[in-house]
């Protein structure tokens, strides 16, 4: 969980210093996004690849390295004296953090006997629910109190002990061989880091160019799909490929990754938003949005617990349905949201949202890998994890995209009320201008009452975009149910016919 929590932090953490960051390196806000962008195209990359560096590697000496790499690629981002140097030291950063998750879920699921493993999944999954929650406000406090550089610096303690605990306690299983002799798939992965990162860029700068309005955007997402189509033919066709694809003939692995990448754009669309929607219209500081967000840990807390000692006992289908249904019900608690609301309406549907978080997390993962083989394990959980991660940018673009979008219809739906002819327009007009001309004189008047008027307008627009974005994605928290049918709850077998390697 050390590892994976460091790993989780790192992603969000940097989120609210951009503005410093670029201040500091002397770069535009623009060009500080890359400093998130570069981390999650290389860590995007190694995901899917982890269960095969695990098997040529060793697990334990794999995830040694990866913390270690992950540990001192903080301590240049901490030390990057230009933009470049710490984009640079982020691709290293991203790239070692990319094996962190699915080798620690590897390790923990193959350790303990299905019975047990919810409880041990429930363990590990505080460290991935709480460290998104706690990166922005760490990032927020640390930043205006000391320096954005910090923010990388407190990763080497963690590192450190993580370190001498993986090397004091994780041991590789007795079936876990080495394949030292195995060749690597140079043409799989070239397809994979080309189809990887020209998608991950078109998701995270998309909006700034108005998607299908660039040129390079059409051509990034041409590329993608040729390099993704190519990529899939490789790696069913080769003997040794760099992901196995073949482990998705199992059944729960499909249903599974399937449904954490629809969760992924749930989460962190709403993680997204919120801070976004206290910021710009409540008008809360980085800092303060951060303690109305923060509360969704206490809940999530709470339900891993519980979530822990039920999976076993309940059907890991019901306590995910109870999980998507309490996701649901927060989102559209969201939704009922107003410019005059207090922070009790933001922290208790955040509570509720974090409640679900145990339903969700713990028997999904548990029930996707419990009909995989155990060697497989390194395979089936790097390909979930890139699902969640590929859900989660899909997510923010795809929320941030639609409240722009989303306030502009509601803009012009709204503005065409106010004409001349609707007597409380045009009563308003005049009572705003009388009130301004005897302010600043007649000449202004008219023009202050209007500037005002449009400027009510634009924030009603904006919060219905809000309330849009939140509903959408309570929706899209009930589309996931009926796929649950496809899970089968069965106590896990040795899969003979899932293919490893060829």
């Given at each position: 969980?050390?590892?994976?929590?460091?790993?989780?932090?790192?992603?969000?953490?940097?989120?609210?210093?951009?503005?410093?960051?670029?201040?500091?390196?002397?770069?535009?806000?623009?060009?500080?996004?890359?400093?998130?962008?570069?981390?999650?195209?290389?860590?995007?990359?190694?995901?899917?690849?982890?269960?095969?560096?695990?098997?040529?590697?060793?697990?334990?000496?794999?995830?040694?390295?990866?913390?270690?790499?992950?540990?001192?690629?903080?301590?240049?981002?901490?030390?990057?004296?230009?933009?470049?140097?710490?984009?640079?030291?982020?691709?290293?950063?991203?790239?070692?953090?990319?094996?962190?998750?699915?080798?620690?879920?590897?390790?923990?699921?193959?350790?303990?006997?299905?019975?047990?493993?919810?409880?041990?999944?429930?363990?590990?999954?505080?460290?991935?629910?709480?460290?998104?929650?706690?990166?922005?406000?760490?990032?927020?406090?640390?930043?205006?109190?000391?320096?954005?550089?910090?923010?990388?610096?407190?990763?080497?303690?963690?590192?450190?002990?993580?370190?001498?605990?993986?090397?004091?306690?994780?041991?590789?299983?007795?079936?876990?061989?080495?394949?030292?002799?195995?060749?690597?798939?140079?043409?799989?992965?070239?397809?994979?880091?080309?189809?990887?990162?020209?998608?991950?860029?078109?998701?995270?700068?998309?909006?700034?160019?108005?998607?299908?309005?660039?040129?390079?955007?059409?051509?990034f997402l041409a590329i993608a799909a040729v390099a993704l189509v190519a990529f899939v033919i490789r790696e069913l066709?080769?003997?040794?490929?760099?992901?196995?694809?073949?482990?998705?003939?199992?059944?729960?692995?499909?249903?599974?990754?399937?449904?954490?990448?629809?969760?992924?754009?749930?989460?962190?669309?709403?993680?997204?938003?919120?801070?976004?929607?206290?910021?710009?219209?409540?008008?809360?500081?980085?800092?303060?949005?951060?303690?109305?967000?923060?509360?969704?840990?206490?809940?999530?807390?709470?339900?891993?617990?519980?979530?822990?000692?039920?999976?076993?006992?309940?059907?890991?289908?019901?306590?995910?349905?109870?999980?998507?249904?309490?996701?649901?019900?927060?989102?559209?608690?969201?939704?009922h949201l107003n410019l005059e609301m207090g922070m009790a309406n933001v922290v208790w549907p955040n509570i509720i949202?974090?409640?679900?978080?145990?339903?969700?997390?713990?028997?999904?993962?548990?029930?996707?890998?419990?009909?995989?083989?155990?060697?497989?394990?390194?395979?089936?959980?790097?390909?979930?994890?890139?699902?969640?991660?590929?859900?989660?940018?899909?997510?923010?673009?795809?929320?941030?995209?639609?409240?722009?979008?989303?306030?502009?219809?509601?803009?012009?739906?709204?503005?065409?009320?106010?004409?001349?002819?609707?007597?409380?327009?045009?009563?308003?007009?005049?009572?705003?201008?009388?009130?301004?001309?005897?302010?600043?004189?007649?000449?202004?008047?008219?023009?202050?009452?209007?500037?005002?008027?449009?400027?009510?307008?634009?924030?009603?627009?904006?919060?219905?975009?809000?309330?849009?974005?939140?509903?959408?994605?309570?929706?899209?928290?009930?589309?996931?149910?009926?796929?649950?049918?496809?899970?089968?709850?069965?106590?896990?077998?040795?899969?003979?016919?899932?293919?490893?390697?060829?």
């Amino acid at each position: 969980m050390l590892a994976t929590f460091m790993e989780v932090l790192d992603t969000s953490v940097a989120t609210v210093s951009l503005p410093h960051i670029a201040g500091s390196l002397s770069a535009t806000t623009d060009e500080s996004t890359w400093v998130l962008t570069s981390y999650l195209i290389s860590n995007a990359i190694v995901l899917p690849s982890s269960g095969w560096l695990s098997s040529v590697l060793g697990r334990k000496r794999y995830q040694l390295l990866s913390v270690m790499l992950f540990t001192l690629a903080s301590m240049w981002c901490g030390a990057a004296t230009s933009l470049g140097m710490l984009v640079v030291a982020r691709v290293v950063q991203g790239a070692a953090g990319g094996g962190l998750q699915p080798v620690s879920q590897a390790v923990l699921l193959e350790s303990f006997p299905v019975n047990k493993r919810g409880q041990a999944m429930a363990v590990y999954g505080m460290g991935i629910i709480v460290s998104p929650l706690l990166g922005p406000l760490m990032g927020g406090w640390i930043t205006d109190n000391y320096s954005w550089r910090w923010i990388f610096y407190i990763n080497v303690p963690v590192g450190i002990l993580a370190l001498i605990m993986i090397s004091t306690f994780v041991e590789d299983p007795p079936y876990l061989k080495r394949n030292k002799g195995t060749r690597i798939d140079y043409m799989g992965l070239g397809f994979l880091a080309i189809a990887l990162t020209c998608l991950q860029v078109t998701l995270d700068k998309g909006q700034e160019v108005d998607w299908f309005g660039a040129v390079w955007v059409r051509w990034f997402l041409a590329i993608a799909a040729v390099a993704l189509v190519a990529f899939v033919i490789r790696e069913l066709r080769t003997s040794a490929p760099i992901v196995n694809l073949r482990i998705f003939v199992d059944r729960n692995l499909a249903t599974g990754t399937f449904l954490i990448g629809i969760l992924g754009i749930i989460i962190y669309g709403t993680t997204t938003l919120l801070p976004l929607f206290l910021q710009d219209l409540i008008g809360y500081t980085a800092y303060n949005s951060g303690l109305a967000v923060a509360p969704r840990g206490f809940g999530a807390i709470a339900s891993m617990m519980i979530a822990g000692k039920l999976i076993g006992k309940w059907d890991e289908r019901l306590l995910i349905t109870i999980g998507v249904i309490i996701r649901g019900i927060s989102l559209l608690m969201l939704g009922h949201l107003n410019l005059e609301m207090g922070m009790a309406n933001v922290v208790w549907p955040n509570i509720i949202n974090g409640f679900a978080n145990g339903f969700l997390f713990v028997p999904l993962t548990t029930l996707t890998m419990k009909t995989l083989p155990r060697e497989l394990m390194g395979a089936g959980t790097g390909l979930y994890n890139l699902l969640r991660n590929m859900g989660a940018s899909f997510g923010i673009s795809m929320v941030t995209t639609l409240l722009v979008r989303g306030e502009q219809k509601h803009q012009t739906n709204q503005g065409a009320h106010l004409t001349a002819t609707n007597p409380l327009y045009w009563n308003r007009v005049q009572q705003l201008s009388h009130y301004f001309a005897a302010q600043s004189g007649p000449a202004t008047g008219r023009v202050e009452a209007l500037g005002l008027i449009y400027q009510h307008l634009k924030q009603q627009a904006m919060l219905l975009s809000y309330i849009d974005d939140f509903r959408l994605l309570g929706y899209l928290s009930f589309f996931c149910i009926p796929f649950l049918f496809f899970f089968k709850n069965t106590e896990k077998t040795d899969r003979k016919n899932v293919v490893v390697g060829h």
